[in-house]
């Protein structure tokens, strides 16, 4: 189940490097626009990804308990939620977007492609969300595949579509914005078909149940707080590194895109986990539960120390691939040896949350995260003062992962998160 999750998540990265490639040869000032407008993007979907893990764990929980009606019926809940969360940003981000352009620091050059491409990009978050919701559906299901299939074609088809428009029609960036909405909107479509042939063969009501989609918001804001304090230590980090030098963020960057890079692979245990428990759960399986937590933390910790090896064996040619500068490679080589020694820490704390969201114990997750901000927070903003540079910060992004293990490592222990049925 890991490893096809593992390429749909790698596959929305890929959307935004198709972009990069083809606006990047139309200027600087577009590209720079571009990165602007993606960062809201990605902010937004990430804000929202609780729409496929909550929608996973509570689905999970119903194919365990033998209720594949119910278990459709509660994806669709998650579904009807994504439109109406999606209607919401498109209503809030269509008259905001030069503000929110500003906001984010944009050149007067590069404002204009920023607000182009973010307003028409904006126009595809429904369909954004419906992915993400139909995605937790299917993972709940235990179907893995079928959303790789649909993220590897709707890939091909963003390529093509951006290349067509942007060169073909002569749209420019406007050309890129399009074709990304185009192919998002029809990955969408894809999705509600698959959800609608298994709904109509199972019985199962598509008609939108306010108790379900509120119970499915209820679900959700617990790992909306944990989602949020997890993007609050990133941001916090990335103000640290700007403080270090410009030698220094520039590095960071460089590791923290390979750090993004290996929590995808670390992510897809997680995601597997999540189907899995929630299953087991919800047919009463305890010790089913218990056995499978132990295996994938052993699968976490495995790939862990793989990615480690690697990271350390492959930093020479590794790094001349983002730049030639000397002083970020002599910032980078050191922080590079420390994320490759938390990589066996970051499979156990990615295995534990994904074990505990298919247990629905979201409000956990929840404190433990803001904990871990807390912890987090101050300790990085003494790197500056108390100095070690870029190691020093990666030295706290692994005291951060630590803290992160040491509280998903006790409830664990405690047995607290084992709540059988079909609901939690």
Known sequence: MAVPAFGALV????????????????????????????????????????????????????????????????????????????????????????????????SEAAAPYATTYLRISVLGIPAMLVVLAATGLLRGLQDTKTPLYVAV????????????????????????????????CGMAAVYLVVVLRGARKHGASLRPDAAGIRASAQAGVPLLVRTLSLRAVLLIATAVAA????????????????????AFALDAIAIAG?????????????????????????????????????????????????????????AALPALVIVALSQPISGIVFVLDGVLMGAGDGPYLAWAMLLTLAVFTPVALLVPVLGGGLTALWATMTLMMTVRMLTLWTRTRSGRWIVTGATR
């Open 11 to 106: 596959a929305e990265p890929l959307f935004l490097m198709a972009d990069t490639a083809i606006v990047g040869h139309l200027g600087t000032a577009q590209l720079a626009g571009l990165g602007v407008a993606s960062a809201l993007l990605m902010t937004a979907v990430s804000v929202f990804v609780f729409l496929a893990y909550a929608t996973t764990a509570a689905v999970a929980r119903r194919v365990g308990a033998g209720d594949l009606q119910a278990a459709i019926r509660q994806g669709m809940d998650g579904i009807w939620l994504a439109l109406l969360l999606g209607a919401a940003v498109v209503a809030v981000a269509l008259p905001t977007a030069p503000a929110l352009v500003n906001l984010f620091g944009a």
């Open 153 to 184: 074609a709707g890939f091909v088809a963003n390529g093509a579509l951006n290349a067509g428009l942007v060169y073909g029609a002569g749209l420019g960036i406007a050309g890129s914005a399009w074709g990304t909405v185009i192919a998002q």
């Open 243 to 262: 403080r270090l030098g410009d030698a220094d963020i520039a590095a960071h960057q460089i590791i923290l895109s390979l750090w993004s890079l290996l």
């Open 274 to 330: 999540q189907a899995i428990i929630g299953r087991y759960l919800g047919a009463g399986d305890t010790q089913g539960a218990r056995d499978a937590c132990r295996r994938m933390v052993e699968w976490g910790v495995a790939v862990g120390v793989v990615l480690g090896v690697l990271v350390v064996l492959t930093r020479p040619a590794f790094l001349p691939l983002f730049t030639s500068d000397s002083a970020v490679k002599d």
